[in-house]
């Protein structure tokens, strides 16, 4: 049967509460006033979580590579004579460390959710909620793990180029660096509302529109035409 009837409220409250992409993946297979939930969607859901952990896990491994080769070509290029580049060195050595982490948790998430797709859709959305902080962690792993592997790059192209040209590196990938956390802001953590201007309709490529939409998200605005649900 792909309808399955949610007879507990609490397991109805944990469905339509959360702004996660678990929370949304599970909404998406809900309805939520017949409080019925579609297993196929949910099996579907599983498979996209599934690739996107096993997507983590692939590059949390790939960036411990190149953590690692950094390591040990500082053993051979004996480059740490300077405060500064023992700090790089420290931090690049932390971020191996925190790439093998999230490379476990991404594993631990990637078995979790093979183990348990065929249990009651109850019992699956409970333990999802129970130990989505844990899931959840991979990603910001993965994040602090970019940091940490490129603050170094930042203090180490010190010793390639020359002064003007590495402040210029380090201003471009400070500004890379802003644009990135709002553009992960806008699109994954901030609730999508939108407002659709002449320029989307048209698909024109506005610098004001794109300056509009910035203010909309930071600032608010009263009304919004579209709406997601959850």
Same mark, same amino acid.
């Given at each position: 049967?792909?309808?399955?009837?949610?007879?507990?409220?609490?397991?109805?409250?944990?469905?339509?509460?959360?702004?996660?992409?678990?929370?949304?993946?599970?909404?998406?297979?809900?309805?939520?006033?017949?409080?019925?939930?579609?297993?196929?969607?949910?099996? &579907?859901?599983?498979?996209? %979580? #599934?690739?996107?952990?096993?997507?983590? =896990? +692939? *590059?949390? !491994?790939?960036?411990?590579?190149?953590?690692?080769?950094?390591?040990?070509?500082?053993?051979?290029?004996?480059?740490?004579?300077?405060?500064?580049?023992?700090?790089?060195?420290?931090?690049?050595?932390?971020?191996?460390?925190?790439?093998?982490?999230?490379?476990?948790?991404?594993?631990?998430?990637?078995?979790?959710?093979?183990?348990?797709?065929?249990?009651?859709?109850?019992?699956?959305?409970?333990?999802?909620?129970?130990?989505?902080?844990?899931?959840?962690?991979?990603?910001?792993?993965?994040?602090?793990?970019?940091?940490?592997? &490129?603050?170094?790059?930042? %203090? #180490?192209?010190?010793?390639?180029?020359? =002064? +003007? *040209?590495? !402040?210029?590196?380090?201003?471009?990938?400070?500004?890379?660096?802003?644009?990135?956390?709002?553009?992960?802001?806008?699109?994954?953590?901030?609730?999508?509302?939108?407002?659709?201007?002449?320029?989307?309709?048209?698909?024109?490529?506005?610098?004001?529109?794109?300056?509009?939409?910035?203010?909309?998200?930071?600032?608010?605005?009263?009304?919004?035409?579209?709406?997601?649900?959850?």
């Amino acid at each position: 049967m792909s309808l399955v009837k949610i007879e507990d409220e609490n397991i109805h409250k944990l469905l339509v509460n959360g702004r996660s992409y678990f929370d949304i993946l599970l909404y998406n297979c809900y309805d939520e006033e017949k409080k019925m939930i579609n297993k196929e969607k949910l099996n &579907t859901a599983f498979d996209d %979580l #599934l690739d996107n952990y096993g997507d983590l =896990l +692939n *590059l949390g !491994i790939m960036l411990s590579g190149f953590q690692f080769v950094g390591i040990i070509l500082e053993k051979n290029l004996s480059i740490t004579d300077t405060n500064e580049m023992s700090i790089a060195y420290f931090m690049l050595s932390v971020g191996f460390l925190i790439s093998m982490f999230g490379v476990l948790i991404s594993f631990v998430t990637l078995e979790y959710l093979r183990g348990c797709r065929e249990e009651n859709v109850e019992f699956i959305i409970a333990g999802i909620q129970k130990y989505k902080w844990i899931f959840k962690s991979a990603d910001l792993i993965l994040y602090s793990d970019c940091i940490m592997f &490129t603050i170094p790059i930042n %203090l #180490l192209i010190y010793n390639s180029l020359s =002064l +003007n *040209l590495s !402040i210029t590196y380090n201003v471009i990938c400070g500004f890379l660096f802003i644009m990135g956390l709002f553009i992960h802001y806008m699109i994954i953590v901030a609730k999508q509302n939108y407002n659709l201007t002449d320029d989307d309709l048209n698909n024109n490529l506005n610098i004001c529109n794109i300056f509009n939409t910035c203010c909309s998200v930071l600032c608010g605005e009263e009304e919004d035409t579209y709406k997601r649900d959850i």
